[in-house]
């Protein structure tokens, strides 16, 4: 039997509150998710004036860094022709996003989950993800 650490919603809620506040601060309303290391939603937050579209990518930002333990921008690099990678992208049902704005939430060296946010430009959404990431990790300490 393995022992396996999982974020709890209060976690989810402090991850979308460092990314809302990003979010306002750019002047950029978000959709913001969180999932599990698994993939699966644990909460989301679609911001005012988030794009409709916008609900399934950053779901899916969040699924791919959550369960595949990789930030959404290193599949970008790599999902080129010619690449071995190339068609990441279409894999698990057309899930696994290569937009930046994913990243997976490690902890003691651990993927505990992954956070996604999309309605920015992908590096807005990189920036929006990240802040609410870093608000995470400083609640910890």
Not at 16 to 40: F, H, Q, W, Y
Not at 73 to 91: D, K, R, T
């Amino acid at each position: 039997m393995i022992a396996v650490n999982r974020l709890s919603i209060e976690d989810a809620h402090k991850l979308i509150a460092g990314a809302r506040a990003k979010a306002e601060e750019l002047g950029v309303p978000m959709c913001i998710a969180v999932t599990d290391d698994s993939g699966n939603l644990i909460a989301f937050e679609r911001m005012d004036g988030g794009k409709a579209h916008s609900i399934q990518v950053a779901q899916d930002k969040a699924f791919t860094s959550g369960a595949a333990r990789k930030a959404t921008h290193e599949y970008n690099a790599v999902n080129i022709p010619g690449n071995l990678a190339f068609g990441i992208h279409s894999e698990a049902g057309g899930r696994i996003s290569t937009v930046g704005g994913g990243l997976p939430i490690i902890v003691n060296g651990e993927c505990v989950g992954g956070i996604g946010a999309s309605s920015g430009s992908p590096q807005q959404d990189m920036e929006v993800s990240q802040a609410g990431l870093d608000h995470f990790l400083v609640s910890l300490d």
